[in-house]
């Protein structure tokens, strides 16, 4: 039974940092690619950030290059994303998502999911 928990969110100030945590249960990270989504009121759910198993090459959205950055620890089966220079509109849920792919780059490209967690921030 392949479960993904979040956990990290809160709410913050404008200007400040967040790291959220993704513990894997029933699949190790070191063999998925995977990814970070965020889900704000009224818009999709998008991609923020994404490892790929192997190689650990990394991707950004545009809107959080450089700001955002994220690691894996395979010995933990943990994934983080470490968030910092928080903006208003990075205010979403985020989701961990694990994909059987080497890489992913949309929603369907992930098959396990975490139930997501709020960031709220303020101006």
């Known amino acids: 039974q392949v479960q993904l928990e979040e956990s990290g969110g809160g709410l913050v100030q404008a200007g400040g940092s967040l790291r959220l945590s993704c513990a894997a249960f029933g699949r190790t990270v070191s063999s998925s690619c995977m990814g970070w989504f965020r889900q704000a009121p009224g818009k999709e759910r998008a991609l923020v950030a994404s490892i790929r198993r192997g190689d650990s090459i990394t991707s950004y959205a545009d809107s959080v290059k450089g700001r955002f950055t994220i690691l894996r620890d395979n010995a933990k089966n943990t994934v983080y994303l470490q968030m910092n220079n928080l903006k208003p509109e990075d205010t979403a849920v985020y989701y961990c998502?694990?994909?059987?792919?080497?890489?992913?780059?949309?929603?369907?490209?992930?098959?396990?999911w975490g139930q997501g967690t709020q960031v709220t921030v303020s101006s």
């Open positions: 998502a694990a994909s059987t792919l080497y890489q992913g780059a949309t929603v369907n490209d992930y098959a396990y």
